[in-house]
Every structure is written in structure tokens, then in C-alpha cells.
């Protein structure tokens, strides 16, 4: 079973900065997507970054220019560098990874549930 701890959440101000950290506890594949989602109480779950075995990356538009998904494969430690936080960046940012496809192959359509892995959540809270 693949486990996923996030860590690095906590309180900011505007236009502060944060790095998320993510521990996969073990090989997933050689082909996968990883990746950070957030959720906002009352709203749904939303994909924030994407980054697959082949270093390619997604990220929404909201999160752009300001936002930084990478890995070290050799600890196996997914990140979220963020930066210039806003308020509405506050919400439960949740790791995520699946194998069945790529960032390269994403659905159509894909959303939150077709990630087969999950973490327990790190909260982000951004004041104005």
C-alpha cells in the first residue's frame, strides 16, 4: 500500500511563501502522475499542479507563475513551492499520485477522483 504524508502548511500573510513536502512511502511505477490538489470549505476539490515520471508539469491557471510542483525521485519526496500567496490560495492542499496515466496522457475531462492515492491534507491559510 502507497502512503502519502504532506507536511509544510501553516498561516501567512499576503504575498508570502510556502513549500509543501510530500513523502510517498515507497516505488510507485515507473509511469505515473503525482500531484497537489486543494479544497476550500464548500467548494470541490480542484487540481492546483501536476508533474509526471517524465519531469513534464500542469498547473491551473489561478496557481501560474506563482506556484512550483517538483520531485526528488531519490527520496522519493514530491514539493509545492508557493509563492506571492493570496487569500483565496487558503484550503486543504491534499498530495496525490496515480499510475495509469501521465501529465502527457491526463483524460479528458479529469478531475480529483481519478487519482487512486492520497494523503491526509496540510492546511494553507493566507491573510490579508
Known amino acids: 500500500q502507497v502512503q502519502l504524508v504532506e507536511s509544510g502548511g501553516g498561516s501567512v500573510q499576503a504575498g508570502g511563501s510556502l513549500r509543501l513536502s510530500c513523502i510517498v512511502s515507497?516505488?510507485?511505477?515507473?509511469?505515473?502522475?503525482m500531484g497537489w490538489f486543494r479544497q476550500a470549505p464548500g467548494q470541490e476539490r480542484e487540481g492546483v499542479a501536476l508533474?509526471?515520471?517524465?519531469?513534464?508539469?500542469w498547473y491551473a491557471d489561478s496557481v501560474k507563475g506563482r506556484f512550483t510542483i517538483s520531485q526528488d525521485n531519490a527520496k522519493n519526496i514530491l514539493y509545492l513551492q508557493m509563492n506571492n500567496l493570496k487569500p483565496e490560495d487558503t484550503a486543504m492542499y491534499y498530495c496525490?499520485?496515480?499510475?495509469?496515466?501521465?501529465?502527457?496522457?491526463?483524460?479528458?475531462?479529469?478531475?480529483?477522483?481519478?487519482?487512486?492515492?492520497w494523503g491526509q491534507g496540510t492546511q494553507v491559510a493566507v491573510s490579508s
Open positions: 496525490a499520485a496515480d499510475s495509469s496515466f501521465t501529465v502527457s496522457t491526463l483524460p479528458v475531462g479529469w478531475n480529483w477522483a481519478y487519482f487512486g492515492y
Open positions: 508533474i509526471d515520471n517524465d519531469d513534464n508539469t
Open positions: 515507497r516505488f510507485i511505477s515507473s509511469r505515473y502522475c
